[in-house]
């Protein structure tokens, strides 16, 4: 059964975004729409709001709950498109803000047949678009081992990813892995130093989803685009839950702030530095009371930024 979604940080996530009561904003992670609906409820009539998601399921039960709301546009796809979305409408430059709350919504890790969890038995998916893609169950019939290795290292930061890689080589030419109880069974076998509280495959599930629906490729993208998409004053507001997402939003912004390294003490401004974005406040995390009620928000983390010139 699947668990109601709850939106983490979403007062402080809608009131680090609200520039401009009148403004356009774009949220990159729609989900099932509880920022979206937040961020709506602030705004004027005036305001546009465009939904982005790769989960058509996401972006269909979407189009049913705000079908009343004109002011809410929907678009099926990645926001690592931020660009070409916007060049359609001739609207590059014009944003107040994008939101992106990383990672898979609750929906998503509770509904079995969507693949992504390993303590509910499903096919072995993973993919958020599941209308373009290999799924979980293709890539590991066909990936090289040190290329499953790889993966699980790099994305999951499991020390025992070459045990886990051999392991799933070694059972698929067995029998087909094709379901995701059968695929955790796997690798905890192959994990020798099982963490209390810790299920084995916790970090290698991770790796795999962020690999298949290519999260990092797609973030590292987006940053690259959003200061020539948003206007000046318009902000950027990402929330995190992996240390590899974390720890790209906090470097792309220091060195957005850096800007052109010149010589200590020079009287030059920033805009002469090329500085264009700079970070708004410290980075927030889920207070205690949030935490209780939604163990899921443990790992956020969020950061802002604004574009200065």
């Not at 029998?175 to 290698?204: D, F, N, S």
Request: net charge neutral.
């Amino acid at each position: 059964m699947a668990t109601e979604h709850r939106t983490v940080l979403l007062k402080e996530a809608v009131e680090a975004l609200m520039v401009d009561v009148n403004g356009f904003y774009i949220d990159g992670t729609f989900g099932r729409g509880g920022h979206t609906a937040e961020l709506l409820s602030c705004l004027s009539e005036k305001a546009v709001v465009w939904a982005i998601d790769k989960d058509p399921q996401a972006i269909a039960e979407g189009q049913v709950q705000f079908q009343k709301d004109e002011r809410l546009k929907f678009v099926h796809g990645s926001f690592a498109d931020l660009t070409t979305v916007l060049s359609a409408e001739g609207k590059v430059g014009e944003l107040s803000g994008v939101l992106l709350d990383l990672g898979v919504s609750s929906p998503q890790l509770d509904e079995a047949e969507r693949g992504f969890s390993f303590m509910r038995d499903g096919p072995l998916d993973m993919r958020m678009d599941t209308s373009r893609g290999l799924s979980a169950a293709d890539w590991i019939a066909t990936a090289d081992e040190k290329d499953i290795a790889q993966v699980i290292k790099e994305y999951g930061e499991e020390r025992f990813a070459r045990r886990m890689a051999s392991a799933v080589v070694r059972e698929r030419e067995k029998t087909p892995i094709t379901r995701t109880v059968q695929l955790a069974g796997i690798l905890a076998a192959a994990h020798p130093a099982w963490e209390r509280g810790r299920h084995p495959a916790t970090k290698a599930f991770q790796a795999i989803r962020i690999f298949i629906n290519r999260e990092l490729e797609d973030l590292e993208s987006l940053l690259s685009q959003i200061i020539d998409a948003l206007k000046v004053g318009g902000r950027l507001v990402v929330i995190s839950f992996h240390s590899l997402e974390d720890r790209r939003v906090k470097r792309f912004i220091r060195d957005q702030e850096r800007g052109i390294k010149l010589p200590k003490n020079l009287p030059v401004r920033d805009v002469e530095r090329g500085v264009r974005l700079k970070k708004v406040g410290k980075a927030i995390k889920p207070q205690h009371s949030e935490i209780d009620e939604n163990i899921r928000s443990r790992s956020a983390v969020m950061r802002i930024a604004e574009r200065v010139a």
